[in-house]
Nanobody, 118 residues
Framework: QVQLVESGGGLVQAGGSLRLSCAAS????????IGWYRQAPGNQRELVAI???????DYADSVKGRFTISRDNAKSTVYLQMNSLKPEDTAVYYC????????????WGQGTQVTVSS
């Protein structure tokens, strides 16, 4: 079993920055692809960014150039650095782990609220 705990959410003004953290339990962290998803009220949950076990990254077009995903395998933690935040970034952000990217062993965190004011 893998437990994921998100932190770092909060209220920030447009143009500001936040850094989200996803801390994972277990000793197999390096085998997992880790993604950040977000969901705003009335919207579907969408992929924001993902980082593979080898360090490859992908981003949604809406956040490309503003957000950066990274991982520290020694700390079993993934980060999402969010810069130049916009009100449309307001959502609950969830951490997601997928071992080997196969969709077989998957886990979700509880989410952390990000609110961007205008």
């Amino acid at each position: 079993q893998v437990q994921l705990v998100e932190s770092g959410g909060g209220l920030v003004q447009a143009g500001g920055s936040l850094r989200l953290s996803c801390a994972a339990s277990g000793s197999t962290f390096i085998t997992y692809n880790i993604g950040w998803y977000r969901q705003a009220p009335g919207n579907q949950r969408e992929l924001v960014a993902i980082i593979g076990s080898g360090g490859s990254t992908d981003y949604a077009d809406s956040v490309k150039g503003r957000f950066t995903i990274s991982r520290d395998n020694a700390k079993s933690t993934v980060y999402l650095q969010m810069n130049s935040l916009k009100p449309e970034d307001t959502a609950v952000y969830y951490c997601y782990a997928d071992q080997y990217g196969l969709g077989r062993r998957t886990y979700w965190g509880q989410g952390t609220q990000v609110t961007v004011s205008s």
